[in-house]
């Protein structure tokens, strides 16, 4: 005898679910990508300073091909977990950190495709684009993060908001007594920003 309305157990899990955690683990490696590459740069070459000199500066010389190719591949990770907020079924403001999220990953292939003017070297239209990228990605990405969080819990707000916080008064403290540390207080807000992002893409995961 049929039982139209009975439920039936099955094993394998929705689409939708097996597409959001593939796109979660897509945004993962992206972003996890371009963090190692700054961190190994960082840490492994003489040639630059990471305390004074952007991340960006990788762009251009021996490692441009790392650098470029992790602000590629890291923005289509932030790309990834932006599409996953902004068509899932969740609250208004998720899905609008989602959007921001997706322009954040936007802004980092730009960066892919035009290299930074090094300190002191003449401006250049691929330099102003790649600056103005930047501005909107550190705008954008951290305020996407922030907005997708929501429901996450208050911990997780509360530890992501000091991430934040931590760069942002290491930016207010550079800029007031001139130490020179433009380049650590960028690495900052790239921690900061990155690893919220990948406790974004854990979180939603586990949720699909």
Same mark, same amino acid.
């Given at each position: 005898?049929?039982?139209? /309305?009975?439920?039936?157990?099955?094993?394998?899990?929705?689409?939708?679910?097996?597409?959001?955690?593939?796109?979660?683990?897509?945004?993962?490696?992206?972003?996890?990508?371009?963090?190692?590459?700054?961190?190994?740069?960082?840490?492994?070459?003489?040639?630059?300073?990471?305390?004074?000199?952007?991340?960006?500066?990788?762009? $251009?010389?021996?490692?441009?091909?790392?650098? /470029?190719?992790?602000?590629? $591949?890291?923005?289509?990770?932030?790309?990834?977990?932006?599409?996953?907020?902004?068509?899932?079924?969740?609250?208004?403001?998720?899905?609008?950190?989602?959007?921001?999220? $997706?322009?954040?990953?936007?802004?980092?292939?730009?960066?892919?495709? /035009?290299?930074?003017?090094?300190?002191?070297?003449?401006?250049?239209?691929?330099?102003?684009?790649?600056?103005?990228?930047? %501005?909107?990605?550190?705008?954008?990405?951290?305020?996407?993060?922030?907005?997708?969080?929501?429901?996450?819990?208050?911990?997780?707000?509360?530890?992501?908001?000091?991430?934040?916080?931590?760069?942002?008064?290491?930016?207010?403290?550079?800029?007031?007594?001139?130490?020179?540390?433009?380049?650590?207080?960028?690495?900052?807000?790239?921690?900061?920003?990155?690893?919220?992002?990948?406790?974004?893409?854990?979180? %939603?995961?586990?949720?699909?």
């Amino acid at each position: 005898m049929a039982f139209p /309305n009975a439920y039936v157990s099955t094993d394998e899990p929705p689409r939708r679910s097996v597409a959001a955690r593939a796109l979660c683990v897509a945004a993962v490696a992206g972003v996890g990508y371009l963090g190692l590459v700054i961190l190994v740069l960082s840490v492994a070459t003489s040639a630059y300073s990471p305390v004074t000199q952007m991340a960006s500066d990788y762009g $251009v010389g021996p490692y441009a091909f790392w650098m /470029n190719s992790g602000f590629l $591949v890291a923005g289509a990770g932030f790309v990834s977990l932006g599409a996953v907020l902004a068509v899932s079924h969740r609250g208004r403001t998720q899905r609008a950190g989602g959007a921001l999220l $997706v322009l954040a990953g936007a802004m980092l292939i730009a960066s892919s495709f /035009n290299a930074t003017d090094i300190e002191g070297a003449a401006a250049t239209f691929h330099g102003a684009v790649h600056n103005a990228a930047g %501005v909107t990605f550190f705008l954008a990405g951290p305020a996407g993060v922030v907005l997708a969080g929501k429901g996450f819990g208050r911990l997780w707000l509360a530890c992501v908001l000091a991430a934040f916080g931590a760069a942002a008064l290491a930016l207010a403290v550079n800029a007031a007594i001139g130490l020179g540390a433009a380049g650590f207080v960028e690495r900052l807000a790239i921690l900061a920003t990155f690893g919220s992002a990948v406790l974004t893409a854990a979180q %939603v995961y586990r949720e699909s």
